[in-house]
């Protein structure tokens, strides 16, 4: 570039010191003002620059000013021939974070708490009809102290308003070939590879490529040849990205990655994004994990090692029954365990799995307490305490969600009465129903096992008032819910639901109720999310009416 190293001391009122960066079409400065001692970063770019990005950022930064984690656009003008915007000086990007980092990947802690802060950001910047359009860990960055926990976006060069200025209405579809805009790693695949207009749902998925990333040792697959020089190295970059199924991508991490990917790619062009349903699975996602579900980012991280070890066993389309899928998992060994927040542990979850072969992979695991499937390792409210960095210490007497649902499934496994496990179906509607994420997880689907093989069992309890055809669209069929590939659409789950509650207030015995809870567990495992609804807590209320009415 023409304008290198020819930078002024002095643009408009501001003393340029130290570079921080350079960018595509210009720099960054650290400047201080003049008058005030003010300190800020200086952006300088040509005025006759061809992509005129500083320009496009002056007309988007009045739609931002007060929002959380978007920089102040103190000044900005000509000066000479430079074209400059004054903003507010800020820490490091998380891209430099990344590069200095030690470890293969990110901490899940850190990671939940950047999906936590970018989605909010988006949801501000969208609200006010703005699209980023460059999402990536180098226009993310750190506040300075007293900031420092807080995420700003920065670079509008790329944004764009998708509300029509004038007509206030979303800016239309169009399959009119277009230049891409945006970045290689994490722009969707539908703006990189098919070259459709970018709205929210695009800015989504680059966030969800972007957790990805951070937490796969090497990156994404796409990534790890660089920046692609030729048309080729190009043109196989977006193969390998639009063939790669979000299955695929986010193998050996914990489930919510992959639903928050799928149901991005799911949106419609001008629908608006969960922005509070993926803010909160990510906080649970914390919490479940043992750490502070409070978004605050604190580098370098306070405690990698997570306090709760609980695996979160993706249940997968082809985990054939659901049946069987909720046997094993109340069946799974839950001693000490890696999380698997991060794909290193896939080894670990095969070594620490009763090997089939014998053989194991990977590092030994540390020596375990003895384990059983009544010993589940969670944080309790003492550990809570110990440890130092736990900020948000499960309040005394309460269990995490994960640990109480756990304690739920055993005394379902040792009821002795339809009056107890009704008791107990109201205790886990309620534990779902106060806790942030309404998402069914391991240790929720664990409790319907468990409630399945009590009421499956005819020796367990009294037999069933009269006896009843087995219903038509039964358990087992009901079980291939989550294999069929689609996930449910949200009519058809509320349909499902909504008859299901209506069944299980006729269920004429114990064996009928557990094809219902089975066939529950296979419609909320299909669903997208695997929330619990409210249709799904009618149906839950309605189990537990009928167990009493049974008794
Ligand atoms: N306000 C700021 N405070 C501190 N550092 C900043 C600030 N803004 C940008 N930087 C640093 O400068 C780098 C480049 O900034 P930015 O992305 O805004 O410039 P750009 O010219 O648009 O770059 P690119 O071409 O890479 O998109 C950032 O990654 C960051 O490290």
């Known amino acids: 570039m023409a304008h290198q190293n020819k930078y002024p001391r002095y643009v408009g009122n501001y003393e340029l010191h130290q570079k921080l ?68 000086l800020l820490g490091s990007s998380l891209d430099s974070l990344h590069r200095s980092k030690t470890t293969d990947v990110w901490d899940l802690r850190s990671v939940c708490c950047v999906a936590q802060q970018v989605i909010a950001r988006l949801q501000f910047m969208h609200a006010r009809g703005l699209l980023h359009r460059d999402i990536q860990l180098g226009n ?171 695996q979160t066993a993706p249940l997968r389309k082809d985990s054939g029954e659901l049946e069987g899928v909720l046997n094993g998992l109340a069946n799974m060994q839950l001693g000490e365990r890696q999380v698997l927040g991060v794909r290193d542990n896939l080894v670990n979850r095969d070594t620490n799995a009763a090997p089939k072969d014998g053989k194991k992979g990977g590092k030994p695991p540390k020596p375990s307490p003895p384990k059983s499937k009544e010993v589940i390792n969670l944080i309790s409210d003492d550990e809570g305490s110990r440890d130092e960095n736990a900020r948000a210490a499960p309040a005394a007497g309460r269990l995490t969600k994960a640990a109480r649902l756990a304690q739920i499934a055993r005394e379902v496994a040792a009821a002795t009465d339809n009056v107890a496990l009704a008791r107990l179906v109201r205790d886990f509607a309620r534990t779902m129903e106060e806790n942030r994420s309404r998402m069914l997880t391991k240790e929720g689907f664990a409790v319907l096992d468990a409630l399945h093989k009590q009421l499956a069992d005819p020796s367990v309890f009294a037999g069933p008032i009269r006896t009843a055809r087995p219903r038509a669209s039964g358990a087992s069929e009901a079980s291939q819910g989550g294999d069929g590939g689609a996930r449910e659409t949200r009519q058809g789950k509320m349909n499902k639901l909504w008859r299901l509650g209506q069944d299980v207030r006729r269920a004429a015995g114990n064996e009928q109720l557990a094809a219902l809870v089975v066939e529950f567990g296979a419609v909320i495992n299909g669903s997208s999310g695997r929330t619990v609804t409210k249709d799904g807590f009618g149906f839950l209320a309605g189990l537990a009416g009928r167990l009493d009415a049974l008794a």
């Open 140 to 310: 993310c960055v750190l506040g300075l102290p007293p900031n420092n926990t807080t995420i700003y976006m920065i670079d509008f060069g790329f944004s764009k308003f998708y509300i029509d200025q004038h007509t206030k209405r979303h800016i239309p579809d169009s399959k009119a070939p277009r230049d891409f805009i945006g970045n290689y790693w994490f722009s969707s695949v539908r703006v990189h590879c098919r070259g459709s207009v970018p709205s929210r749902r695009d800015d989504m998925e680059a966030v969800a490529l972007m957790l990805v990333h951070m937490l796969t040792p090497g990156g994404l697959s796409w990534t790890r040849n660089g920046v692609p020089k030729t048309d080729e190295a190009h043109n196989r970059l977006m193969y390998e990205k639009r063939n790669a199924t979000p299955e695929e991508i986010c193998r050996g991490l914990p489930p919510v990655f992959e639903e928050f990917l799928r149901s991005c790619r799911r949106l419609q062009f001008a629908e608006r994004p969960d922005y509070e349903r993926w803010i909160e699975e990510f906080a649970t996602l914390a919490e479940d994990n043992g750490f502070p579900s409070s978004p605050d980012f604190i580098w370098p991280p306070p405690n990698p090692e997570p306090t709760v070890r609980v």
């Open 21 to 88: 960066g350079a960018g595509f079409s210009g720099a960054i400065f650290c400047a201080r003002h003049i008058h005030t001692n003010q300190w800020v970063a200086l952006k300088l770019q040509p005025i006759n620059e061809s992509c005129p990005t500083n320009r496009y950022e002056r007309s988007f930064y009045p739609a931002l000013q007060g929002g959380e984690g978007m920089p102040t656009l103190w000044a900005s003008g000509h000066h000479g021939t430079w074209d400059y915007l004054a903003i507010d």
